[in-house]
């Protein structure tokens, strides 16, 4: 079975359990796959934002309903890619987050997580949310360190630019004019639908190179310049 038949069920049971607790009035037992997915960023970066995330289980399903009736969505606006506007944003969530607790206000904020996040991409593509989302960020900040990623071959690389094009957070770019492809690690969900995708079987899920923003071998950046 291919990766994106398993992470489907992955997402699926996800939501389910999701929707369990929630309806139990037990949603905030949530925040310990919060914490196993931070940890876990630490050495395989975001898999908790491809495989367990109950809001990008929640985003699959409506942009496979928008593809299949080509309905068009507002994209991401590239301020947001910036990583000084995204800390602002996780600074400001926080604080609310302190501000509701010091006036004594009940929140559940996993659930109006849920809703907002749903929400928004009714409006816009998948990627402005995962621009904005407070635990993404975290997990960009935290994965940085991990050794596993996904990664691009080089020399299998024929820059036909698919990958590209089914990246659901707009991880992969080309470099410079060459036509080869790499991949931001630190934005990339491991979602493994650039790996199915490619043709030469030139991109693969496993340890990557720490030498610098750009590896000359394994094509995963370290992030993009800003």
Known sequence: MPKNFWRGISQAGFLVLFSFLLSQGRVRI????LIV??????????????WVCPIGGGM???????????????KAPSFLKGGFMR?????????????????GIELNIILYLFIL??????IFSEDFWHRICPH???????????????????????GCGLCEKVCPNESIE????TGIRSIDCNECLVCHNCEE????????YGKRSKRGYQDEKDGCSLGRSQ
């Open 60 to 74: 699959r399903f409506q942009s496979w309903l928008y593809e299949k009736f080509n309905l068009p969505r507002l």
């Open 174 to 177: 080309e470099e410079g004019t």
């Open 136 to 158: 993404g960020t975290v997990l960009n900040l935290t994965g940085r360190v991990g050794p596993l990623g996904m990664k691009v071959a080089r020399a299998d690389c024929t």
């Open 197 to 204: 995708i490619c043709p030469t079987g030139a991109i693969s």
């Open 87 to 103: 800390l602002i944003l996780v600074i400001a969530f926080f604080g609310g987050m302190v501000a509701v607790r010091v006036v």
């Open 117 to 122: 996040g749903v929400g928004v991409s009714f």
């Open 30 to 33: 949530w925040i310990l796959l």
């Open 37 to 50: 997915g931070a940890v876990s960023s630490l050495v395989g970066k975001r898999v908790y934002c491809g």
